[in-house]
Structures are given as C-alpha cells and as structure tokens.
C-alpha cells in the first residue's frame, strides 16, 4: 500500500492555526488561510471576526470595522467580538461609536475586565471622570492583577489633582509589572506634583541601577534633578516614549483639549495662504498626522517626517501625506535645501531645549518668502533663562530667546501667546511662533 499523502486541514484546524499565525504577527500566512477558510466557509463567524482584526492590524481600518460587524451579525452574544469592535473603533476616532461596543460587550459579559477599564478611557476623554474612575475600578475589582486599569486610574486621579492617590495606583502597577516604564514614569511625576521630588529622584535612580542605558530614565533624571540637563532629548528618549503610546494618543490629546495643530493652520489661514494645492509643506514631528488633514488643502506635496514608528503607522492610515519618513528632523531639513514653501511642527519642539540648529536647519530648507510655524511651551515672565528642563521631562522657552534665535537664523520672527492644551486640569502656556525667510 503506497502511504497516503499529509491529511489537509479541517476548517477549524486552518482557524486556530491562522490565530495563532496572527498572534504571532505572521500577517501574510495568517491571512492566506483566513481567505481559503473563507472560500469554502464564507460565513464562518471566527474566520470573518478574526480576518477584521487582522485588517485592523494592518491599518484597513474601515475593512475592519466591516468584518467584525459581519461577524456580529453571525454570532451577536460575543462580548469579546464586541470589545474587539470598540478597540477598532477608538484607534479611528469613533468614540461614540467604541462606547457603545464596550457598552455592549459588559452587557453580554458584566464580567469583561478588558471592556470595562477600555470603556474607562473614553468616558475620561468624554468628560465624564465619575463614570471613568467607576469603570476603572470595576475593572480592579473583575481582576486585581490588571495593570493597565490601575495604570489609567492613575492617569484619571492625577489629573483631577489627587496625586497622592494616583501614585498609590502607579505603585500597584509597578509593583505587578516591575519594569513598566510608564507606570514608573508616572509615579515619579505624582512625587512631583505633591513636592516630594526626592521621591522622583530616587525611582529614577532605582530605575537607572536596574537598566542604566535606559533613555527615559536618563532624561527624567535630568528633568528631576536640573543635573546633566542635555541641550535636547535624545532620539532614544523620543522613538521610546512616542511609540509607547501611539495607539492611546489621539485619545489622551482629545481629553486634554490639545489646540496646537489647529492654531499652526490658523496661522496659515491669517497669513491669507491660498488653499489652492500649490505648496511644498513639511510637518516636522507630524506623530500621528493631526496636522495633516488641516494642512493637505494648501499642499501640492505634504511631507511628513517623526522619529516614532508607531506614530508614523497612524499618521499613514490618514492617507493625506505625500511621503512619511522616519528620521532626525534637524538632519532630514538639512539635507533639503530650498525645498519648501511652509514648514510646520505642532508641540515636537518642546523637546529641544537649544533650538539654534534647528532654526539654522529651517532656514535652509525653507523657500525664498516660506514661512516658518511651531509651537513652544512658553518660560512665562522668565525672559532671563533661555530653556529650561521641567520636570514633566519637556523644556519651556523664553520669548526672546525665541526671537534671538530665529533672527540669528535669518528669519523675520513674531510670536503670540496661546493656551496650547490643558494639564492636570489648567491651561498649558504656548507660544506660536510665525518666522518669515526674506526674500
């Protein structure tokens, strides 16, 4: 008897194999079996969510949030299927639409840990703290052991000013995960917030002995103790940190009525710009590309370039810039010469400290007449100091040394004040800053 050839996969084999392909992030392989599952079994309920989830993962949003609703219909009572909607959800902006999916999910399942801290986030960013901080709790209280709802809870309790509390949460973090740099971070910054930077310093410190190369310690310990302050962040500090929440931050900035790329196209608005799509527009430190949309109406080409891949992935989905690069912004405007008409950068210059070469860099890359725009953290009435480290890790500047800077560029500088977001629930002190080339 010749022996038989390999036996083929059942469809629920070729299912749990493509899931585990996915965990894994084998996408490709993944998602061939997903579609021969799906030619034989076209309303396999699994093989439709899990296909969605993966579209997800490959930034088809909108092909995404069809599948899983595809899937819904199939197999309505899945409280995972529905909280995996409203994650879809949240990462496009639809945060009316993924409270209603988490909603959903803890009415199938009052027990979803995951839905309930999930459906804490976006009550925060809704304005709506009570409910927030219950669902965060409820989420403690389904599992003790859940890092990210005490890691939120913190972030809630500290911007409502109840630092001592939020750094009870923090340590609880810490303390289930011993090495989450953010919850470290955060706990140091509560110690800030209620005077006992001491304390700061010494997790930084503790940090330090356990990973000395690590960039976020390193600068945290400079914003903490004014020692060793560098002149800027390092690109290790900024890839770490901005890639480390790329998929919370559209969110966290909407609770914070982050202002700063609407005030960078207002000045292109009252500089009387044609939105005619004839200029050459770069967004320096374009993250996940909220600049883009109000800037891509003036555009022949809109560049964008950020040193976070996580966030460039986002700024992608946007499908509004012309070309994204992951790089330094001071070397990429370097090595462009004359190329552009306007260049923007919306609260990516608040960590740079010394901003002469950056200014130097700018003025080389601009056009004949282009037009310079940024904001800053504004050092109000301490005309005296030209930067300063603070101790959230970001450096506030003075006006004038604004103006010197840009001047000694070769640009013709102006700046306004303005309210650029709010923080632990007051207004953050901006600048914008508009500099011209001379023709």
Known sequence: MEPSGPRELTVDEAIALAIELQKQHHLAEAEQLYAGVLEVAPRHPDAVHYSGLLAHQQGRTDEAVSLIGQSLELSPNQADWHSNLGIVLQSDGRLTDAIAAYERAIAIDPGHANAHSNLGVLLRVAGRPDDAEAAYRTAIRLCPDHVDAYTNLGILLNG?????????????????RPHHPDARRLLALAHCMIGEVD????????????EP??????HMLAASTGRDTPPRASNAFVEKTFDGFAESFEAKLQSLSYRAPD??????????????????????????GLCGPLLRPYASSLIGVDLSAGML?????????????????????????????VIVSADTLVY????????????????????????LEHAVGEDNIDYRLELHGRYT????????????????????????RNEAGAPVAGLVVRATKPA
């Open 160 to 176: 409502l000013k109840r630092a001592k509390e939020a750094s009870d949460c923090f340590c609880k973090a810490i303390t289930l």
């Open 199 to 210: 304390q700061a310093v010494k997790i930084f410190e503790e940090w330090l002995e356990e």
């Open 213 to 218: 190369d690590d960039p976020i310690a390193i």
């Open 263 to 288: 005030l960078v196209a207002a000045t292109l608005a009252d500089r009387r710009l044609a939105a005619d799509g004839q200029l050459e527009i770069l967004d320096i430190g374009c993250g996940t």
């Open 313 to 341: 992935a986002h700024a992608r989905e946007k499908n509004v810039y012309t070309d994204l690069y992951q790089c330094e912004l001071t070397e990429f405007l370097r090595a462009r010469h004359e190329a552009f008409d």
């Open 352 to 375: 740079f400290g010394d901003l002469r070469e950056f200014c130097e860099a700018a003025a080389g890359a601009l056009r004949r007449t282009g037009l310079l725009v940024f904001t």
């Open 397 to 420: 500047h003075s006006l004038a040394y604004v103006r010197r800077a840009l001047t000694r560029a070769g640009l013709i500088a102006e700046a306004e004040c303005a309210e650029l």
